[in-house]
């Protein structure tokens, strides 16, 4: 072969030398972090930092308690509870993640020992793409994977996907300087590792291998860890130190009154000074611990996790719990425009030809099946799939669409002679003993339009003219489409005889007696078609205050087209909002903070121009969420707070997202954001309730502590608040189901903090009127004696007394019971709905009755270790009625706030 005479390749020694001088070709796989240091990362979080420390001064108080105090074992429970919630909420999330990285582990195996055609001492071997070095040189096939970067030696008809890099399907290669695209992203002549050869032959010199090749950059690039704290973190951090701050000020109040209170009332004494001392810290350390919301970072988790599980059934395949939340506080989605907005598969948009004349419209199609080097994959006959060149490939499943076999029309003729495309020529041709017409010779031609004119004498369609067809081809190329012409010929019979390869050429070029008297079929616009659901999905996504930009390696004029049909690109857009990739590496970071906001396009861009727009944009305190599916995106989608891969796209790409897209649909993106901003709320609502019960809480022992009485909630009884129901309440409105109507609403602000005004008015309000009726439930039971709920219709007032089990008991169910019906309240919160709308809501209504029963069974058995005694049947009845009057409370306002609003 011609070039095993020209090229000797690398020797042995060469080879040894080149792997030391520079590596070998291997991606640096990123370092993995020990299990163990996984676990300990999920105590980061404010909210369990706050949770063990108040676990901490738990046991403190439980020593004393059980050593100093020579109380029970039942002292311990209380602690131990809130380690178990600690455990449930790091362990659920560590559980969660860590499967999905299995998942994603498998998904990104990379093969590196797929071997490779290379030429080394003078001799043409295969071997491991692994081994491939500096110097040597590669044979490239078509379908061949180029294993690194080099520079073309040799190109023959050669044209690569680049789409893995630079979002390009098919780029031109040539070693000629007159052929040099100067627009494209990387040389003409340069090959990159990681795209592939579509069609044509050649070699290349290898000049850089593993992580210093382009595919190696973004992937070293790609594992950056930029430390983006997400929006959720952010709002976590602010409420860990608002209930940290809030806790210990709550703690000095109270030991400033009883110290105030000792020194008012008693007579200074060492001994009785340190006991109460020791006594009012216990009650200070009481309420911290009281107050820190231990269902919180179990709300969080569960949460996270319900909906990582949902996303999962909208092609949402979720890899980072905290993935599902930020997609809700999402102010820019970055997307690129292959295979996301594009179905990554050229087809056949318009076919301009004499469809009417069956002979006709049968040589069009014979011509298409034979006149091809492109081929179908039928392995899944609901997805063929073009392999070739996919422009050839979409004309056989336009083909394939009209019910014809190519494969069946290509048996069924004689191919005599084909003459491959080139750029010189801009046509390809195939001489064939037609099937269509039997006993016929046929020449078919198909390329650029202008070309086959010069050898076409008639046209197939009278009704239409060459200015007509050059008119229709300038509106298709306008809108960024690739078009061809098609022509046949049919050959004397006189001159059928002694045909062979190379007859076309000769033909063509009028080296023979045939006259090559075309005739022109028609013509044919091709595109990389939009994926049907995704201009509604842009739309929903700018409805809902995101800017959608596109950034991709494709012309300007074809960005612009595709973004005009998605419904990103209007009328009104101009220079201004569009810009290339050398215009965007030339601006200073401060020209483009100016304008990124204003950028809806960023064509012919780079791998590394992505990462920067993203950093850039997040400097302006934007939420970011970025999709990809090459390599290129890599760098990117590791920065960005949300990165979104797609399901087919490279190992690369989703290594370094945070979701992926399995269907690769931009709609499964808008479905993300929905969950994200329901996540969101459903957070609020637990929020909401959890701190409400807290503040009733925390007033109610505040009180105690200043009037001198023991705190009317016992340990045991406060476990029950404090972990089993919150752990309920945390299911109950964690599972709750996303709302379409979010989707109206407008990005938040990131800064804002989680709890807004509406829900600090209720929480304080709803708070202090729990607390005043409680207390004054507590007053009525301490100075009364109440032997059933009916004594409250004519109790008297006597002497202060001690609680009885019974009175306790009733203050406990009662505590409990007004919050079990303020957390329809919380459920209802934000939507404008009536608490009893349950649509979908069954794990909320299970959840709810699971608690009601819980109360009842610790009342009726729990005995000594709750501190409780049984109640009467008429209790039970007038306590939950009574406590009722919370949640028809709050339909009234609902119903009055939802007609303002209407």
């Known amino acids: 072969m011609e070039h095993k005479q020209h090229y000797v390749g690398l020797n042995d020694l060469e080879v040894k030398e080149n792997r030391l001088k520079f590596g070998e070709n291997i991606l640096t796989p990123p370092a993995q972090t020990p299990l163990w240091k996984r676990f300990i990362a999920k105590f980061n979080d404010p909210l369990i930092v706050i949770l063990l420390i108040a676990g901490i001064f738990s046991i403190g108080i439980s020593c004393y308690e059980y050593f100093g105090l020579n109380e029970g074992t039942q002292v311990f429970f209380e602690p131990v509870g809130i380690f178990i ?174 110290l105030l209170m000792f020194f008012n009332e008693f007579t ?146 004689e191919i005599i002679d084909e003459l491959p495309f080139s750029t010189e020529r801009k046509y390809m041709a195939t001489l064939v003993r037609s099937a269509s017409l039997p006993g016929k010779t ?73 006259t090559p008297n ?8 091709i595109a990389d078609p939009v994926r049907k659901e995704v201009p509604a999905a842009v739309q929903e996504c700018i409805d809902a205050g995101i800017s ?38 030339a601006l200073t970071d401060e020209e483009l903070k100016q304008r990124v906001l204003d950028l809806k396009i960023i064509a012919r861009a780079k791998p590394m121009d992505k990462k920067r727009l993203v950093e850039t944009l997040q400097s302006l305190n934007q939420v970011v969420a970025v999709t990809g599916d090459g390599t290129n995106d890599a760098p990117a989608l590791k920065a960005a707070h949300v990165g979104l891969s797609m399901g087919d796209g490279t190992s690369v790409a989703k290594e370094a997202s945070d979701i992926t897209i399995i269907d690769n649909s931009f709609l499964s993106i808008g479905r993300a954001v929905m969950w994200g901003r329901s996540l969101y709320q459903n957070i609020q609502r637990f929020i909401l309730f959890q701190l409400t019960v807290n503040v009733v809480a925390c007033l109610i022992v505040l009180a105690g502590a200043f009037i001198g009485t023991h705190s009317p909630l016992t340990v045991t009884q406060m476990l029950w608040v404090n972990l089993i129901m919150d752990t309920f309440a945390a299911m109950a409105l964690a ?75 009733l203050f406990f169910t009662m505590f409990v019971m007004l919050q079990f019906w303020n957390m329809f309240n919380a459920r209802a919160f934000a939507t404008n709905q009536s608490a009893f709308h349950f649509k979908e809501c069954r794990g909320f209504g299970f959840i709810v ?16 270790m709750f501190s409780v005694t049984p109640l009467k049947i008429i209790d039970w009845a007038i306590i939950i009625i009574t406590s009722s009057g919370v949640l028809f409370i709050g339909e009234t306002f609902r119903l009055f706030t939802s007609k303002k609003k209407n």
């Not at 959608?548 to 101009?574: C, F, H, M, S, Y």
């Open 548 to 585: 959608v930009k596109i950034v991709t390696g494709d012309t300007p004029g074809t960005a612009k087209e595709i973004g005009r049909q998605v419904g990103l690109w209007t009328e009104e857009d101009n220079d201004h909002n569009i810009i290339t990739g050398p215009e965007f590496a």
């Open 442 to 514: 046929i020449l078919y031609i198909k390329g650029a339009t202008d070309i086959i004119q010069q050898y076409c004498t008639s046209l197939a369609d009278n009704s239409t003219s060459w200015e007509s067809i050059f008119e229709q081809l300038l509106s298709w190329q306008n809108k960024a489409m690739r078009t061809l012409g098609f022509a046949y010929f049919e050959l004397p019979e006189s001159m059928t005889t002694d045909l062979k390869a190379g007859i076309i050429a000769k033909i063509m070029n009028g080296e023979t007696n045939i």
């Open 85 to 258: 919630a600690i455990l449930l909420a790091t362990g659920l999330a560590f559980f969660f993640e860590e499967k999905a990285n299995k998942a994603f582990s498998i998904l990104n195996q990379v093969d590196d020992d797929e071997l490779v055609e290379v030429i080394r001492n003078g001799n043409t071997t295969n071997v491991p793409k692994c081994e491939i070095v500096v110097g040597d040189i590669v044979l490239l096939n078509t379908g061949s994977n180029i294993p690194a970067d080099g520079e073309l030696l040799k190109a023959v008809s050669l044209s690569i996907d680049e789409s893995t890099l630079t979002g390009e399907p098919i780029c031109k290669k040539s070693i000629k300087p007159e052929e040099f695209d100067h627009d494209a992203t990387f040389p003409t002549n340069h090959v990159l590792r990681g795209t592939k050869v579509m069609e044509g032959h050649g070699l290349f010199r290898v000049t850089r291998v593993g992580d210093a090749t382009e595919n190696g950059k973004v992937f070293t690039a790609a594992q950056i860890d930029n430390s983006v704290k997400t929006p959720l973190t952010e709002q976590l951090n602010k409420l860990g130190k608002l209930i940290t701050w809030a806790s210990y000020g709550l703690g000095t109040l109270i030991l400033t009154g009883r």
């Open 849 to 864: 009755l699971m608690i009601l029963v819980g109360q009842i069974l610790i009342v009726e058995l729990g005995g000594q």
């Open 268 to 413: 200074f004494d060492w001994v009785h000074f340190i006991q109460y001392l020791l006594d009012s810290i216990m009650i200070c350390v009481t309420l911290i611990v009281v107050a820190v919301p231990e269902g919180l970072p179990m709300a969080v988790t569960l949460s996270l996790a319900y909906s990582m599980r949902r996303m999962l059934q909208t092609s949402n395949l979720v890899r980072k719990m905290h993935a599902c939340e930020t997609m809700g506080a999402t102010t820019v989605i970055c997307t690129d425009k292959t295979g996301t907005l594009t179905q990554n598969q050229m087809r056949v948009y318009a076919m301009q030809a004499n469809r009417e004349d069956a002979t006709l419209d049968t040589l069009l199609k014979e011509g298409i099946a034979v006149n091809s080097t492109a081929s179908l994959d039928l392995s899944d006959p609901e997805k063929p799939v073009a392999l070739g060149n996919p422009t050839e490939g979409a004309l056989l499943l336009w083909l394939r669409d009209q019910g014809n076999d190519y494969q069946l029309m290509r048996e069924d003729v």
């Open 735 to 809: 599972s709750l189901p996303p709302s379409q109507k979010v989707m109206n609403d407008q990005p938040r602000n990131r800064n804002a903090f989680i709890i807004t005004r509406n829900m600090w008015i209720r929480i304080t309000g709803l708070g202090g009127i729990f607390f005043l009726s409680l207390l004054a439930f507590l007053y009525i039971l301490e100075y009364s004696d109440i032997t059933q709920m009916t004594d409250l219709l004519h109790f008297t007032f006597s002497n202060h007394k001690e609680l009885t089990p019974y009175e306790l008991s």
């Open 518 to 525: 075309f005739c022109f079929l028609g013509i044919v616009a």
